[in-house]
């Protein structure tokens, strides 16, 4: 039940404003002033719960009980058919009969309407590396270094193109697979020298003091997972 913000009466004030009608305390032109509704409304929703009481508060279906004009539920499964063979909702509606219109109505009811849609994509499916420390992720970033503040913040550009040429710093970035702990440095080049340096770094990351956890068990647990990823690393470099 979706009510929306401007409705006066919810299920629990329908079945209160029923039951101080039905108990006598309230007539239904009261309760009509009181609950700020119609007496057509109050009588309605007093009917209501003498028939079936608080579980016939809740709002019914406008949906008709019978469409005499609805589709062939053959036509129907047709259309669906030949869209099953590709066919486009022109050459759907050529062939069974029916406009363009209806053959819309089917195929979204269907949700079909797209062609995607009629062999839908195979769900990505992610590897996840079961050992920590088994499979390490390995990246360098190149960012250029700046010498001073930028015109975003100054607001003047004179000389913005003589602060070119300063250089780079490369962000070296080390991830392990399985247990998704990061570890990042910035070194002054991605030579061979400088990517075994950020290695043995990464390493050593258990050693790090600078681990915000919440429980003890949640330090154990990264404790644990370090060490093995400083075993997996040792294991890389052997």
């Known amino acids: 039940m979706n009510i929306h913000k401007n409705a006066r009466l919810t299920p629990l004030r329908r079945a209160e404003m029923a039951l101080a009608v039905l108990g006598g305390a309230l007539t239904k032109a009261q309760a009509a002033r009181v609950y700020a509704v119609s007496h057509k409304i109050v009588t309605r929703w007093v ?22 004009r609805q589709t062939d539920q053959a036509l129907a499964s047709r259309v669906i058919t030949l869209r099953h063979q590709r066919r486009t909702g022109k050459h759907i509606a050529l062939e069974t009969g029916v406009s363009p219109a209806t053959v819309s109505r ?10 995607k849609d009629i062999e839908p994509a195979e769900p990505v499916v992610r590897y996840a590396y079961s050992e920590p420390g088994g ?20 607001g003047d550009r004179k000389g913005q193109s003589n602060s070119r040429g300063v250089g780079w710093e490369y962000v070296h970035v080390c991830i392990d697979d399985a247990s998704r702990i990061a570890f990042t440095d910035i070194l002054p080049n991605e ?28 330090r154990q647990r990264l404790m644990l997972q370090s060490t093995r990823l400083c075993k997996g690393l040792q294991g890389a470099r052997s």
């Open 191 to 218: 030579k061979a020298v400088s990517a075994i340096a950020f290695l043995k770094a990464a390493g050593r990351l258990r050693q790090a003091p600078r681990c915000h956890c919440h429980t003890r068990h949640d």
């Open 47 to 68: 009917k209501r719960f003498e028939q079936g009481g608080r579980s016939h508060m809740i709002d019914r279906s406008s949906r008709p009980r019978n469409c005499p």
């Open 135 to 154: 499979l390490i992720h390995l990246d360098i970033k190149r960012l250029g270094r700046f010498e001073r503040v930028g015109h975003r913040i100054t």
């Open 106 to 115: 089917i195929l979204r009811r269907a949700k079909l309407s797209r062609m």
